[in-house]
């Protein structure tokens, strides 16, 4: 079942691209606004970072990273795998935001506070997003004029290095990519993840995986019964993790 998942081919171009474009835009942390990359030996993470999701980007804020999520192994290549939102701090810590990498850069470059909260509405999303701006404007020390001045060329490149441009209705995108994962979800989970059905008779177990997670749990014989039975389906990778995410 493990695959020798590589770093998406859109990941290394930006991350690449990145790097020689930031001398352009000095007034921005960096380019994409996050840190970028894949580290396929790592050996920390947060104790709720599911176990078969390799994190790609950090936002620098309150813990909150995004993943690509391999749904224990049934995505063939990262290029393909749906983009969770992992924020430690919050109640609802795992949320599906992305269908993809290139679907999660569209949204992350002209519609990032999707991504980072939940909406009730589509209108509380746009009125957030006109408080967000005027607080911005309003700021004393903030560059509104150059922010924006920047952010623009930064769009402008992304259009046209990597083809991106805003989902249309991306609030309702987000609603039904979620709807889509429920309807493919044979166990439901704490995460709001689920598990699909991908091993026969083996759905239950990888469900109390996900919730040891969403638990935190720390029971250390419980937590190594459930990492020894991933060894035995081949998922060494999800069981390293499983054992660092949750006794450290």
């Given at each position: ?9 859109l990941?290394n ?11 352009q835009?000095?007034y ?6 996050l840190?970028?990359?894949i ?10 970072t599911?176990?078969d ?10 813990g909150?990273?995004?993943a ?6 049934f995505v063939?290549t ?8 992992i924020?430690p701090?919050?109640?609802?810590k ?5 269908r ?5 850069f ?10 980072l909260?939940?909406?009730?509405s589509?209108?509380?999303?746009l ?6 701006e005027?607080?911005?404007l309003?700021?004393e020390?903030f560059d509104?004029a ?5 952010k ?11 083809k991106?441009?805003p989902?249309?209705n991306?609030f309702q ?5 979620r ?10 989970t ?8 991908i091993l ?7 469900a109390?995986?996900r919730?040891?997670?969403a638990?935190a749990?720390?029971?250390r ?5 459930h990492?020894?039975e991933?060894?035995r389906l081949?998922?060494v990778?999800?069981a390293e ?6 006794l450290?």
């Amino acid at each position: 079942m493990n695959h020798n998942y590589q770093t998406p081919l859109l990941l290394n171009r930006m991350i690449s691209w990145e790097r020689e474009f930031a001398s352009q835009v000095k007034y921005l942390e960096n380019p994409t606004g996050l840190f970028l990359g894949i580290d396929f030996q790592e050996k920390q993470g947060y104790f709720c970072t599911p176990v078969d999701s390799f994190p790609f980007a950090r936002t620098g804020m309150d813990g909150i990273h995004y993943a690509l999520l391999t749904d224990f192994g049934f995505v063939q290549t990262l290029d393909e795998a749906p983009v969770i939102r992992i924020s430690p701090m919050d109640r609802e810590k795992i949320r599906l935001v992305a269908r993809n990498l290139s679907e999660f850069f569209s949204l992350h470059f002209f519609d990032e506070l999707l991504l980072l909260n939940e909406f009730t509405s589509e209108e509380d999303y746009l009125k957030c997003k006109r408080k967000e701006e005027e607080k911005d404007l309003q700021s004393e020390w903030f560059d509104y004029a150059r922010w924006k001045r920047e952010k623009a060329l930064v769009m402008n490149e992304v259009r046209d290095q990597f083809k991106l441009s805003p989902i249309v209705n991306a609030f309702q995108y987000i609603q039904e990519i979620r709807s889509e994962r429920q309807a493919g979800v044979t166990v439901t989970t704490e995460d709001s993840l689920g598990v699909r059905s991908i091993l026969a008779g083996k759905e239950s177990l990888l469900a109390s995986i996900r919730d040891l997670q969403a638990s935190a749990c720390s029971d250390r014989s419980l937590v190594e019964r459930h990492a020894h039975e991933l060894i035995r389906l081949g998922l060494v990778h999800e069981a390293e993790s499983l054992l660092i995410r949750l006794l450290g």
